[in-house]
């Protein structure tokens, strides 16, 4: 069984403040996906980010960052220098490499204040 | 735009209407979903269709029922709903089941069961 684990349920910040967003991950498939999704309050969750088991590399785009420590099955989100428009829902989903179907986390709300 | 339209995008109906919700996607993908997404609660996905098949229904109460007439479109028919039953309902797709190249959302239809 798969397991989604985010356990800042909201973080409150002050524009241009950095801020990190916690995902831990339960599987016991070898190979499997991660991903970060954006739900701003549209409704609509937009894909950020998607990374393989295999692949450590942490990765940066703009002022979007994420460490993927396999070690302590996390994938952390952070983003530097906050904006308001950074105000949403982030959600962290898993999908094993076995044919099942995404997992999502609970969610973490994000709200930067002016 | 997403590249998945849903309609509407709210709805209000009593507990003894009966209404449908709609999901268009031409991306090209092979899969189609159904999630609830309650306040306060993870992301519940209620029917996952592969290439016009329903491939996994969650326990889903028989209140809700899909059809996927092809591959570019999605229904959700509902009847004699409970206000319990009030909540965003997002439509997916995925180029696979297993969405390991990630989901594609719409931006929900907000239902709320009078």
């Known amino acids: 069984a798969q397991k989604v684990t985010q356990a800042q349920t909201e973080i409150s910040v002050v524009e241009k403040e950095d801020v990190t967003l916690d995902c831990v991950y339960e599987?016991?498939?070898?190979?499997?996906?991660l991903f970060w999704y954006k739900q701003p309050p549209s409704g609509e969750l937009v894909f950020l980010i998607r990374?393989?088991?295999?692949?450590?590399q942490n990765e940066i785009s703009g002022r979007y960052s994420w460490n993927f420590q396999k070690s302590t099955s996390s994938f952390n989100f952070t983003i530097t220098a906050s904006q308001v428009v950074d105000s949403a829902v982030y959600f962290c989903?898993?999908?094993?490499?076995?044919?099942?179907?995404?997992?999502f986390g609970g969610g973490t709300r994000l709200m930067v204040k002016p | 735009e997403t590249g998945v339209t849903q309609t509407p995008r709210h709805l209000v109906m009593g507990m003894t209407n009966k209404k449908s919700l709609k999901c268009e996607q031409h991306?090209?993908?092979?899969?189609m979903y159904w999630y609830k997404q309650s306040a306060k609660k993870p992301l519940e996905l209620m029917f996952v269709?592969?290439?016009?098949?329903?491939?996994e229904n969650n326990s889903v109460p028989s209140r809700f029922s899909p059809e996927c007439p092809n591959s570019s479109h999605l229904f959700l028919h509902l009847h004699t709903l409970q206000p319990e039953d009030s909540a965003l309902y997002l439509c997916?797709?995925?180029?696979?089941?297993?969405?390991?190249?990630?989901?594609?959302f719409g931006s929900g239809t907000r239902l709320t069961v009078v």
């Open positions: 989903a898993l999908s094993p490499n076995a044919g099942n179907m995404l997992t």
């Open positions: 990374r393989n088991s295999f692949d450590e």
């Open positions: 269709y592969s290439l016009e098949e329903r491939v």
């Open positions: 599987t016991r498939d070898t190979t499997y996906y």
């Open positions: 997916a797709s995925s180029q696979d089941p297993a969405g390991v190249w990630g989901y594609t």
């Open positions: 991306l090209g993908h092979n899969a």
